[in-house]
């Protein structure tokens, strides 16, 4: 697969766009992706973290304004997403 020809330095989307473009979005080698919502990380069985798991980004960072509610599986599913090789998730 050969990389998209990018003609932008910054692309604002939606997170249905991310994931009805993934074959497009997913050929670029991203230097940074800010995740608003990030909530919806929290789980690494949504369809959102499958998604953005397979896109090659450097830097991520995620916003939310929705608390953990103590809930050491969310915390341990974003660092997961933002660290994979940190925190590795493990098949039982």
Do not use: M
Not at 24 to 49: G, T
Not at 58 to 87: A, I, S, V, Y
């Amino acid at each position: 697969q050969s990389q998209a020809q990018v003609k932008f330095h910054v692309l604002l989307t939606s997170y249905e766009l991310v994931t009805i473009d993934q074959a497009s979005l997913s050929s670029i080698n991203w230097a940074c992706l800010v995740v608003d919502e990030a909530h919806r990380l929290k789980n690494n069985q949504s369809k959102f973290f499958r998604v953005l798991n397979g896109y090659k980004i450097d830097c991520k960072l995620l916003l939310t304004g929705t608390p953990l509610q103590n809930n050491l599986e969310e915390l341990f599913h974003l660092l997961n997403f933002l660290t994979p090789d940190r925190f590795k998730l493990v098949s039982v």
